[in-house]
């Protein structure tokens, strides 16, 4: 694995101007919910002294990382601490929203910053980082999220 990695947040290109948002599906929050209980109680089950709170907190999401709790191919597993993962950076981002985005890709839940095409899809974000056997900073990866969000809040104002 390797330790380094950058982190961008891309706009939507001209072929991707069809994005279409909508609310969050009351079946896709339920599996959200259903997932979040999924990540909780791993973490409950592994370490017991830790609390669970929502969100978690960034040390807690690292640690389930660091123990490989989640098995490498276990894209379910990772696609529910991605929700948590999600959950923690909007609570860091306050402007960010769940919110369910239509595109050319298909139909996916995505953080969305306001009102702007700015969007972080934070589940596909940890997988694919499995995939290509990079490390998973959390911190990392929160803040420089949190900077690259800002900085395009500053650019589009």
């Known amino acids: 694995m390797t330790s380094t990695y950058q982190v961008t947040l891309t706009p939507a290109s001209k072929d991707e101007a069809d994005m279409r948002f909508d609310p969050l599906p009351p079946a896709l929050i339920a599996h959200m919910q259903q997932q979040r209980a999924q990540v909780a109680a791993l973490v409950a089950s592994a370490f017991p002294t830790v609390p669970v709170q929502w969100p978690l907190l960034p040390s807690?999401?690292?640690?389930?990382?660091?123990?490989?709790?989640?098995?490498?191919d276990d894209c379910d597993g990772w696609e529910a601490l991605g929700v948590a993962f999600?959950?923690?950076?909007?609570?860091?981002?306050?402007e960010l929203a769940w919110i369910q985005v239509t595109d050319a890709w298909g139909v996916d839940a995505v953080?969305?910053?306001?009102?702007?095409?700015?969007?972080?899809?934070?589940?596909?974000?940890?997988?694919?980082?499995?995939?290509?056997?990079?490390?998973?900073e959390i911190n990392h990866l929160l803040e420089a999220l949190e900077e690259i969000i800002i900085q395009q809040a500053l650019k589009s104002s």
Not at 60 to 72: F, K, M, N, S, W
Not at 86 to 91: H, N, T
């Open 60 to 72: 807690t999401l690292q640690r389930v990382v660091d123990a490989e709790l989640i098995d490498h």
């Open 86 to 94: 999600g959950d923690c950076l909007a609570q860091r981002v306050p």
């Open 111 to 136: 953080l969305r910053y306001g009102e702007a095409n700015s969007i972080v899809s934070a589940v596909t974000l940890l997988i694919k980082r499995v995939e290509e056997g990079e490390a998973i």
